[in-house]
């Protein structure tokens, strides 16, 4: 029975005759399964006429077959314009586990002929990742490098899973944030914005992911080129930085000159951690003195040094908003509003922080900016220290709390009740005045301008000027 059968794109002169090996030339044009189906070997592997491969290939090849396995990984070097011999960081543990997913070359495997027919068939039926497990499930590996890959060879039959597809592209710097930054609060996402701030523009740098919301991209698109990973692409670069978290990082981003991995870890960390045994970084760099020594024997070397965060903030940052409300906690004063206008101020990305004093802590709005306070006696602290004292109420008699405001040169910000004209109340003016049907539903965009006119016009200073004889008629009043 003929071991190997060793399909050949194209001609290769690197092949010798060998009695347990069936050689087939073939071309784009003829269709892959139906070559596999005629071919005699128990295995099928294959080559590439521009790649090269070792003197020993078909022994180490011819040897392997002599094992039962459904398909076998065999290592690689990949030949780059850039730079040769570009070896994949992996170990031997790790080659054993590896199985050809979509995107794969189709020369770094041997397969189980039979086995290889039955992916073939069920890709046609149910698509190709869904069942590769099921298949196959017996997988080794050959860490000798004995295959050569040129990348910028011809693509051959882009319907085979296996077939090279990938195309190449060229960076600079990379940032691979993997899952360690999806966008989502955690310290990644300052690291990477303060790298942005600091050398964004002075170098060319990749941030790329594999997840991250729409706000982090556009918010990171000020600094970097943002990518986002695809399998079918090699991403080539001079230099790589990454985090602990992702310690593997995917072996299509190809690092020519260094690679950076930083620890980002504390001693809690540690304690939990995974010892790695695979070198596979020319850097370790912890982010604090601290974090160097106590990563010390968690990582393949000794040789880790610090450097401690950039951090830029930029010459001018908007101060949040500082809001101030006081009401007894009643339909009629409505609270609803002002769980509203916290929404919006959420949904608008306003930094704010709203004081609410009044007899009920109530609040069915989720957001950290908004505070329910027990009443007080004297909030005019709070007010004296708010860029606006607000009051949404439907009837006031005389509210006292804008008075006070008033009397602090507070800007005040209120529903158009009748007493503000008493007050002298003017929108736009000395104040903001919020018409009722503002705060229905389908005249939400509008109260979101007023809402951004607020933020915008924080800093702008309203004199008020309370004149005495409103009260005069008190002198009547008491003798």
Not at 280 to 305: M, R, W
Not at 359 to 365: A, I, L, R
Not at 435 to 442: A, C, M, S
């Amino acid at each position: 029975m003929i071991d190997l059968s060793l399909i050949v794109f194209g001609k290769n002169n690197d092949i010798k005759q060998d009695k347990n090996v069936e050689i087939i030339y073939t071309s784009e044009t003829q269709k892959i399964g139906e070559i596999v189906n005629n071919s005699k070997g128990k295995y099928v592997a294959f080559i590439k006429e521009e790649d090269n491969i070792s003197k020993d290939y078909l022994e180490t090849v011819l040897k392997k077959t002599k094992q039962e396995f459904d398909c076998c990984f065999i290592n690689y070097e990949i030949l780059y314009k850039y730079k040769n011999n570009i070896k994949p960081s992996t170990t031997e543990s790790e080659l054993k586990t590896i199985k050809p997913y979509y995107g794969e070359y189709i020369w770094s495997f041997i397969f189980k002929k039979e086995k290889l027919l039955k992916v073939l068939e069920n890709t046609k039926k149910v698509g190709f990742d869904k069942r590769i497990d099921d298949i196959f499930q017996t997988t080794t590996s050959i860490g000798k490098i004995i295959y050569f890959h040129n990348p910028k060879a011809k693509n051959i039959i882009k319907k085979f899973p296996y077939t090279d597809i990938k195309r190449e592209i060229k960076l600079d710097n990379i940032i691979y944030v993997g899952i360690g930054c999806s966008g989502k609060f955690n310290g990644y996402v300052s690291w990477v914005r303060n790298i942005g701030k600091c050398f964004g523009k002075k170098y060319k740098i990749g941030l790329m992911y594999k997840e991250m919301t729409e706000e982090s991209i556009e918010e990171f698109s000020q600094y970097f080129t943002c990518i986002k990973l695809l399998n079918d692409t090699n991403y080539i670069c001079d230099r790589l930085c990454t985090t602990y978290s992702d310690y593997f990082y995917p072996k299509n981003i190809i690092p020519l000159e260094r690679n950076y991995m930083f620890i980002h870890g504390n001693m809690s960390d540690f304690k939990n951690a995974r010892k790695y045994y695979d070198n596979i970084y020319t850097d370790y760099v912890a982010v604090s003195k601290v974090s160097e020594e106590k990563a010390k024997g968690y990582f393949p070397t000794d040789k880790i040094y610090h450097i401690i965060n950039p951090i830029k903030i930029n010459d001018r940052i908007k101060p949040h908003l500082k809001l101030t409300s006081a009401f007894k906690y009643s339909d009629v004063k409505r609270p609803d509003r002002v769980e509203l206008m916290a929404k919006i101020l959420n949904e608008l990305d306003i930094p704010f922080t709203w004081n609410v004093f009044t007899d009920s802590k109530e609040n069915t709005c989720e957001s950290n900016g908004l505070i329910f306070r027990k009443r007080t006696s004297n909030p005019i602290p709070y007010i004296n220290d708010s860029d606006y004292f607000v009051h949404l109420s439907d009837s006031e008699a005389m509210p006292y709390c804008v008075m006070e405001a008033l009397a602090t040169n507070t800007k005040v910000v209120v529903t158009p009740l009748e007493a503000y004209d008493e007050l002298g109340l003017v929108n736009n003016k000395n104040a903001i005045i919020i018409p009722f049907d503002y705060f229905k539903k389908e005249n939400e965009e509008k109260l979101k301008k007023i809402i951004l006119k607020m933020y915008k016009e924080k800093e702008k200073e309203v004199n008020y000027y309370i004149d005495e004889r409103l009260w005069s008629g008190y002198k009547d009043v008491f003798k």
